[in-house]
């Protein structure tokens, strides 16, 4: 099985940069995917990491450490729309389907 | 861009009814995917599928089937609605299973059972 554990809730300025942390202990391990999530709409697909090191994709970055169990999202310059939930999920070694299991979210809020 | 569709965005149904949930993609995805999200408990998952006619149960499946008679269509079926199964319910859809590829999601549909 899995376990996530993401904070549940981080505040932050415009502007200014912040880390979202998420560990997880699994029993196999075929990589790790962060979504981002605005209030009453439908999770989308940020970033994906399988290997270790840092992944960045504009001012979104994600990093992952599969001997720590431990990955980051890193955004840079943040702006209001960044408001949102961050979801972590780890997909399962051994499934079909590309099954994942996520975290309960972080709920990041961005202030003036 | 992938569009994963879902009937209702919002529906209210009476206790003891039976309620059909339904999504649709069209991307052609083999793997299709049905979550709850509830507050302080995040997404879970109740089934999913990797084929047509194919099901396997995911962390809730107890009051809940499936069915999916055609690739694109994945329906959620509660036998018979309970107000514990008040929630927001979201269907995903993915490519095969190489592990890079991610789920699309569906709007969401706030289901509330009186």
């Known amino acids: 099985g899995q376990n996530i554990d993401q904070p549940t809730e981080m505040t932050a300025t415009e502007g200014a940069i912040v880390q979202i942390n998420c560990t997880y202990q699994?029993?196999?391990?075929?990589?790790l995917f962060w979504y981002q999530q605005h209030a009453g709409e439908a999770p989308t697909f940020l970033s994906y990491?399988?290997?270790?090191g840092l992944e960045e994709k504009g001012r979104f970055s994600s990093f992952l450490s599969r001997s720590k169990g431990y990955s980051y999202l890193l955004l840079k310059e943040l702006q209001m729309k960044d408001s949102a939930s961050y979801l972590c999920a780890v997909r399962d070694q051994f499934t079909n389907a590309g099954k994942s299991t996520f975290g309960d979210g972080t709920t990041l809020t961005v202030k003036p | 861009d992938v569009k994963v569709t879902q009937s209702s965005r919002y529906l209210v149904k009476r206790t003891g009814e039976k309620v059909f949930l339904e999504c649709v993609q069209d991307?052609?995805?083999?793997?299709m995917f049905w979550y709850r999200q509830d507050p302080g408990l995040g997404l879970r998952l109740i089934y999913f599928s990797y084929d047509v006619k194919m099901k396997e149960k995911g962390d809730i499946p107890e009051g809940y089937s499936v069915s999916r008679e055609k690739k694109e269509r994945f329906s959620l079926i509660l036998e018979s609605a309970s107000t514990n199964q008040t929630s927001m319910y979201l269907c995903?859809?993915?490519?095969?299973?190489?592990?890079?590829?991610?789920?699309?999601f569906g709007d969401g549909t706030r289901l509330s059972i009186l």
């Open positions: 699994t029993s196999g391990f075929n990589g």
């Open positions: 995903a859809s993915s490519r095969t299973n190489r592990g890079d590829q991610p789920q699309h």
């Open positions: 990491n399988v290997l270790d």
């Open positions: 991307m052609d995805h083999e793997n």
